[in-house]
Structure formats: C-alpha cells, structure tokens
C-alpha cells in the first residue's frame, strides 16, 4: 500500500521509458484514480484515449516534436536548466512516442462549459499521474501537442465536442527518477491578504 | 500513513464544517502537498491566500452566494439530484464562508503563460484536495465566486498579475461524508481511436 504522502512527494516528469508493455489491469487502475477527481456539477467531463498503437504514438510524438522545434524550444532555452532542457529534447524528439501507451485526455463540451472545462479536467490529469506514479509508473503531463489539436484530432477520429487538453505517456521508466525540485510552500502562501508573509 | 489509492477513492466535496479552527502545521502539510504538483517548465505559478479572518471570508461566501443566486442555481436547478442541490444550496448560502479556512488559489501570470495556466494549476489544486482528504479535513473545490473577480481581487489585494482560479473552504466537516459516486472508467475510456469501447 503506497504512502499518500510519499506517493505525492515522488511524482515526477519521466521522459525516457522502457519499451515493455503496460498490462490493461495497472492501467486499469491507473484509469479508475482518474475519475474519481472532483468536477463541476459532478458531471465527470473527462475522456481518455488510450493509445498503444505505434503509428498512432508516432504520429502524437511528431505533434510534440514539431511544436517544440517550431518555438518551443527556443522559448525554453534559457529558461530551464542545460540538464532539463536536454531532457526535454530528447522527449520531444522521441522518448514521448517511445512509451508504450500514450493517454490524451480530453475535456467532453457537451458535459462541461469550454469556458471553465480545465477546472474539471486537469484534477483528474493529476490523480492519473499520482496513481502512475503509485504504481511505479513513469509519466509525464505534457501539452505541448494541443497546439497542433486539429491534426491529433483527426489522427484519433476526435469528434467536435471532445477538446483534447493533455497528453500524457506512460510506461516503465528507464532509469531511476530523482526527487522533485519545489519552491518552499511558505515563499507561495500569504495570510489572508496578499503581502502578508506565511 | 493514509493509504494513495484510498484516499484517492475517498476524497469528495465537502460544504458543511464544524467551526473548530486548523492550526498551522496541518495547512502546512496540505500547502506543500499542493506544491509537489508538475508545471509548465516547472515553473510553480500557484499562490494560495489563506484565509482565515471572518470578514475576509464573509467577504469570500457573499461572492458565492450572489454569483450562485443570480444565475448559478437556476443553471443546476434540475441536473443535480435533489439532495446535491439542498446540499450545494446550503454551501452557497453560508456553508462555505463558515469553513474557518478558505484558500483562493491563484495563478501568476509573470509565471505561466495565461493561455495555459489552468494546466499548470489545477494539478496543484488537487493535490491540496486530496492532501486535506489525507489528514481528515473536509474540502470542496469551487470556481463560482470567480466569476466576481474583481471583487475578490480587491478584497484579497490581489495585484494584477495573480488570477484567482479556484476557492476552496477547508475544515473538519460537520457529518461524515459519503463515498463518491463516479461513472467506471471503462465508460470513459477508448482504445487507441475514438469509439473503440475499453
């Protein structure tokens, strides 16, 4: 039984996966954390596709690839650190496609209002990652191919009111993950009023 | 040590709370929890205001009711069973302004891109949802006083730059909360394309 705490202390990006596969019951599980995450009205607005064929991963993976070459990146460069940009790189460039099962989740506009569908989807997003994460899954949340959303939206047969709002892969990672880096809470929380210190 | 996946299974709204203050150490640990949620970049654009002045949250509750009286209520009036609605009704009339914490979670806009912050929000909102269920607090995640923006802005002393995303009233709940109810996720979920039933 996985410690809450430790569970949430460990979760972090996985970039680089193993190709063995990921059996149907610790997806299963991994699916059944999701929908239990709170949404508007209780109307449950998400949907997951879950790939595992390779063209379909290959085609989501070259999404990410160009949106990051066409700027991302160079958005990035300077921004994070040498390490982690090039750990990003090489997931763009090709270990995102290379998890054996990429989930695109998508908010359902017919069960919730676009304008407000994040606030009922990304909750369940982050229960998905825990619950890999509890597993010993390696995952990563990942939006960068939403910016090209028309082509993995004919690539996955999307209909018009499902809006794909996250990408994220999963599989077994290839090397160990090291601990999270956070800001302290207490430099991110003031006391009643904005200024006053935690 | 609360087990993941049962406090993942436990975690639900929460609108009626006993009056009985929560000290500093159990916000702490549910702040940092929230904390350890992924972000674009990892950049962390959460700010949490943490409210327990009775006037601030006053402040906070009336938002809430105008905004679910004006229009909010009629809109669920007959999607919601019966029971929800007295129970929403009740926690819009008064309920969530006795909780003696609110957190009004924000967005810093010198930090995340406006365009995408709910993704790089929410997933922190959840962990402090799931870290209250943890540590017995009851919690409810709401966005209606958002549309009032401005007046909890001013209230809060919000500068410019921080976008209040999400409310949310945390406290020891008055009753013992009921398991949630959720749609199986084999109902919400396709293989590889649209339409291909799990």
């Given amino acids: 039984m996985p410690d809450f705490f430790e569970v949430v202390h460990?979760?972090?990006?996985?970039?680089?996966?193993?190709?063995?596969p990921v059996d149907d019951d610790t997806l299963g599980k991994v699916l059944d954390a999701a929908t239990f995450a709170p949404s508007a009205e209780n109307r449950q607005p998400w949907v997951f596709l879950v790939v595992r064929e390779?063209?379909?991963?290959g085609a989501i993976g070259e999404c990410n690839r160009k949106v990051w070459e066409a700027g991302a990146?160079?958005?990035?460069?300077?921004?994070?650190?040498?390490?982690?940009l090039r750990e990003v790189?090489?997931?763009?460039?090709g270990g995102v496609a290379e998890a054996p099962?990429?989930?695109?989740?998508?908010?359902?506009?017919e069960l919730g209002n676009a304008r407000v569908i994040e606030a009922s989807v990304f909750p369940?997003?982050?229960?998905?990652?825990?619950?890999a994460t509890?597993?010993?899954?390696?995952?990563?949340?990942t939006t960068l191919p939403l910016a090209l959303g028309d082509e993995l939206r004919g690539a996955l047969g999307l209909p018009g009111h499902l809006q794909p709002l996250a990408v994220v892969p999963?599989?077994?990672?290839?090397?160990?993950?090291?601990?999270p880096r956070r800001i302290p809470f207490a430099e991110k929380a003031f006391r009643d009023r904005y200024g006053a210190a935690w």
Same sequence: chains 1, 2.
């Fill in 124 to 131: 369940a997003v982050q229960n998905l990652l825990l619950a």
């Fill in 10 to 20: 460990r979760q972090r990006a996985c970039r680089a996966f193993r190709p063995d």
């Fill in 89 to 93: 790189d090489e997931g763009a460039r």
């Fill in 101 to 109: 099962v990429i989930v695109v989740v998508c908010g359902d506009l």
């Fill in 134 to 141: 509890a597993v010993g899954l390696g995952s990563a949340l």
């Fill in 170 to 179: 999963l599989g077994w990672p290839r090397k160990p993950l090291g601990p």
């Fill in 73 to 84: 990146r160079a958005h990035s460069e300077g921004r994070l650190s040498p390490g982690l």
């Fill in 54 to 57: 390779a063209a379909l991963r």
